[in-house]
């Protein structure tokens, strides 16, 4: 069996802006080749600063503490800035959340999808453009021409969102982040999009991590989850298993939460305060222990 193309170990991060609270405790995970990985878990779960961590992004007040993170055997904290530099990219890209701020709106579409292919492909800007139109095209965008000659505002946020996704796709990278992808848009687009990043995935072999705080989506595209909360794995497998069998109470919780749509008369459930309590004494007892705990469930890291 290959190895894992993205393994985070123990990764720990701290806020500075917060008395030093922890923020990531010793989070490990792995992404094989041509999987789909799902981080799941509520705001302020760590999902987003596991997703920067391995882009290379962390806020200033942030302060990693310990951990790796290798990508295809290399620990991307002990590269040079121009070393990854030159990973992200190429081989590491991001799909944001929001197309609305991701997207420079006093530039064409044309302009910020060819830059990257010029830049870190060689390709001269024709053979760019002409890229960049097969890539619209892929992702079902039906007139490409004319949304290369757009501006981002001129655009519906399903149109900005494939835009998007193909720019993330353009250089074939090895690895895609896809950090809330769907939160700004509607049911129905949101389903589109969903099933559009898992062919490009499927047909590309590409790995994806798959950041949300819906299990809901997670379970129309996710491989595998890790379940997060407070910094915390508290569980992770494969998708079937969290979804038919999930073992840890905050799992349960999630999932009662969501909406069943084969099940329209089922009210949702809140979590319930004494899974909220537990998990927090959870919480206070792994740090009190150093951190020496681990997930519930299958948990593989190489």
């Not at 492909?121 to 039906?142: H, M, W």
């Not at 690895?175 to 949101?190: N, R």
């Not at 508290?234 to 998708?239: D, H, K, N, R, Y």
Request: glycine letters at 8%; proline letters at 6%; one cysteine or more.
């Amino acid at each position: 069996m290959s190895a894992p193309r993205l393994v985070i170990e123990a990764l720990s991060a701290i806020s500075l802006r917060a008395n030093n609270a922890p923020i990531l405790r010793r989070v490990s995970l792995a992404v094989d080749t041509g999987e789909v990985h799902g981080l799941v878990g509520e705001s302020g779960a760590g999902k987003s600063t596991i997703a920067k961590a391995i882009l290379g992004i962390i806020p200033s007040q942030v302060k990693v503490t310990g951990g790796r993170i290798v990508f295809e055997g290399r620990d991307l904290f002990s590269l040079s800035a121009n070393e990854l530099r030159a990973v992200l990219g190429r081989d590491i890209a991001l799909v944001p959340q929001d197309p609305s701020t991701a997207l420079n709106p006093s530039r064409r579409i044309d302009a910020q999808m060819t830059d990257g292919l010029c830049l870190k492909r060689g390709l001269s800007r024709k053979a760019a453009r002409l890229r960049a139109r097969a890539l619209l095209a892929e992702v079902q965008i039906r007139d490409p021409e004319r949304v290369l000659s757009s501006y981002p505002h001129q655009l519906s946020g399903g149109m900005r969102q494939r835009v998007l996704i193909a720019a993330a796709f353009a250089l074939e990278p090895k690895l895609v982040i896809a950090d809330e992808p769907t939160t700004a848009l509607d049911v129905t687009v949101q389903k589109q999009i969903l099933r559009l990043i898992r062919a490009l995935q499927e047909r590309h072999g590409t790995s994806v991590l798959f950041v949300s705080h819906d299990l809901g989506v997670v379970a129309k595209i996710c491989d595998r989850v890790s379940v997060l909360y407070m910094g915390k794995v508290v569980e992770q497998g494969s998708t079937a298993d969290i979804m038919q069998a999930p073992r840890h109470p905050y799992t349960k919780a999630l999932l009662a939460a969501n909406p069943r749509y084969d099940r329209p008369d089922t009210g949702l459930q809140p979590t319930p305060p004494e899974v909220l309590a537990a998990l927090r004494a959870e919480i206070a007892a792994f740090d009190a222990g150093g951190g020496g705990g681990g997930a519930t469930g299958e948990a593989r890291h190489g």
